[in-house]
């Protein structure tokens, strides 16, 4: 009679490592190891041996919280629909982590086919995200988001940018001379952060880092209430420094 085989055996290793990997895949935030076991049958003994080889190849990580996300391995084997998901979900755990870190609502743009787009927002009840009072894709010369993509973009661009979103005054602050603005631009320093202090709204100070992979302008920005002003810089700095794993993520 033919022994059950362990859960060690090589056939069996890979149907445990889908499992797992199905697991993790379901939970985008992040799944603890007991709930994966919960979900899986495995054995704690088994489980911790296996989450480790798959932490060691790439396929799932470990975030702060101690919780399990999909790992760049994983991501590069995905296609279509099911990349775009896992990737966004990958960037939103990051997003999250440096909300809190920051202590202000955190959001991730791009600049796509001429528009400026805010692909995704990290904010919660003590960090809430901007009033959209005006549209971000028309409003590009007053907020801290569309003043760092358009300074990564050459002066054509800019222009083309402009004639077709005409510069109105939002604020007492917001900048209306197109002339003024562009010399703004050319003179902010690729390595320091922008600033909209109360340009785009009344009671909001924002900050933008450049944040470019491939051929795509893209920016990480933070918003505050003006109450929270003085922290501005600081958090901004931060914002900076903590880039680096957003950019990995998008570069992938």
């Known amino acids: 009679m033919a022994l059950k085989p362990e859960p060690t055996a090589p056939f069996h290793s890979v149907q445990y490592a889908l499992r797992v990997l199905e697991s993790v895949s379901q939970h985008g935030d992040g799944v603890t190891d007991a709930q ?15 989450l480790l ?4 190849e790439g396929y799932v990580e470990q975030i702060s919280d101690g919780a399990y996300v999909i ?18 979900g990958r960037l939103q755990v990051a997003l999250d982590e440096l909300r809190d870190s920051v202590g202000a609502a955190v959001y991730l743009s791009r ?7 805010v692909t995704q927002v990290a904010d919660g009840p003590l960090t809430p995200a901007v ?9 590009a010369h007053a907020s801290a988001v569309g003043k760092c993509l358009l300074g990564q973009l050459d002066h054509e661009a800019r222009r083309d940018h ?7 005054r939002l604020t007492s602050r917001t900048i209306t001379s197109e002339k003024v603005l562009l010399s703004k631009l050319d003179a902010q320093p690729a390595t320091v952060p922008v600033l909209d202090l109360q340009e785009y709204a009344v009671g909001t100070v924002c900050a933008a ?15 505050l209430p003006i109450e929270d002003a003085h922290r501005l810089r600081e958090a901004a700095d931060t914002l900076n420094r903590r880039a680096a794993p957003v950019l990995l993520s998008l570069a992938l």
Do not use: M
């Not at 600049?111 to 787009?117: H, K, N, T």
């Open 36 to 50: 994966i076991s919960r979900e899986t049958g495995l054995p704690a003994g088994h489980l911790a041996s296996l």
């Open 53 to 56: 080889t798959l932490r060691r």
């Open 71 to 88: 790992g760049a391995s994983l991501l590069l084997l995905g296609s279509g629909a099911a990349r775009r998901q896992a990737l966004e």
């Open 111 to 117: 600049y796509v086919d001429g528009e400026i787009s």
């Open 131 to 139: 009033n959209e009072w005006v549209d971000f894709r028309s409003s």
């Open 162 to 168: 402009l004639s077709r979103h005409k510069i109105a």
């Open 209 to 223: 880092v450049p944040l470019t992979a491939g051929a795509t302008a893209g920016c990480l920005a933070l918003s």
